[in-house]
């Protein structure tokens, strides 16, 4: 009985954002999911090991479970366990600052119990206490004026890099599934893919919800196929920093090709969209 990998984020299921009373954000429940393939595929060991500890993530491996025996740890007789760490958001993860006068409104909508624990049922979390933190500067009045004449002319505009995560039902015993309009618009430049059991997605409680399984599939004119019972899938473990821009560089994310082997809870399958990396 223990607590689902990245505690602090599998919490919530949705997060919405507004700015002026306008919604800036997607309203899904796939909020656990983006803060956790994120967190698995852009952190190495360094901060996998030190900094997102606060957030309560400690890998997990299917074969010892070392992990939630680690975070199990602090929640041991009703303890109370404090976590802290930052919203996964596109406007959050920009450097530019937002101008007085802007409303900002953040709800965040809690998960269910049986999604959020791994073990028996009957478990329940309690919110002691929630702060929110915020970093204020003090602009010089020249700027400030510069910025509300320029304001008077346009619009402010903000470079984001969008992420948008979807989930779509596959019936069970389909040999193929073909899902159209996965995008409408700005083609993007990353697609990962990752596939859970529909229950564990929407909460189960003996089952953990980042528990992907393997699956072979294509793109372009391309296949990426994988034999794991033959311990033939480098290719696939591969796409893991092709993917993620980290192949050729001294970067990782901490998943060794052992542990994409016999733990199903890194099966993600990564494309670039770019046509330089479609020819690899």
């Known amino acids: 009985m223990g ?60 074969v010892s479970g070392d992990g939630l025996e680690k975070r199990s740890e602090f929640f041991k007789l009703n303890s109370v366990v404090d976590m802290i760490g930052g919203l996964h958001f596109d406007l959050f993860n920009q450097e530019k600052l937002l101008f007085n006068m802007v409303d900002i409104k953040i709800n965040l909508v809690r998960s269910k119990p049986e999604f959020c624990f791994i073990g028996e049922a009957g478990c329940k979390v309690v919110l002691d206490h929630v702060s929110l933190f915020i970093r204020k500067v003090r602009v010089s009045p020249g700027i400030t004026l510069g910025h509300a004449k320029a304001l008077g002319k346009t619009t402010a505009e903000y470079p984001i890099t969008r992420v948008s995560y979807k989930a779509y039902s596959i ?95 890194y099966m993600h399958s990564i494309y670039h969209l770019t046509y330089a990396m479609q020819r690899i």
Do not use: W
Not at 16 to 26: A, E, K
Not at 37 to 54: A, F, M, P, R, V
Not at 220 to 230: I, R
Not at 233 to 240: D, M
């Open 3 to 62: 607590p689902l990998n990245l505690f602090l984020h599998s919490l919530f299921s949705y997060v919405d954002v507004s700015l002026n009373d306008r919604l800036v954000s997607s309203p899904n429940n796939t909020y656990p999911y983006r803060a956790y393939i994120e967190t698995l595929l852009n952190h190495g060991y360094d901060s996998k090991t030190s900094q997102l500890i606060t957030e309560m993530f400690y890998k997990d491996n299917e």
């Open 171 to 265: 019936p069970q015993g389909s040999m193929s599934v073909v899902q159209d309009n996965v995008y409408v618009g700005q083609l993007p430049k990353r697609l990962v893919i990752g596939c859970v059991d529909n229950d564990a997605f929407h909460g189960y409680i003996s089952k953990n919800p980042f528990n992907f399984k393997p699956s072979i599939q294509s793109i372009s004119y391309n296949t990426l196929e994988a034999k794991f019972d033959q311990d033939n899938y480098i290719r696939a473990y591969q796409s893991l920093f092709l993917g993620t821009e980290k192949s050729g560089q001294d970067r990782g994310i901490f998943i060794s090709r052992k542990e994409f082997r016999k733990a199903t809870l």
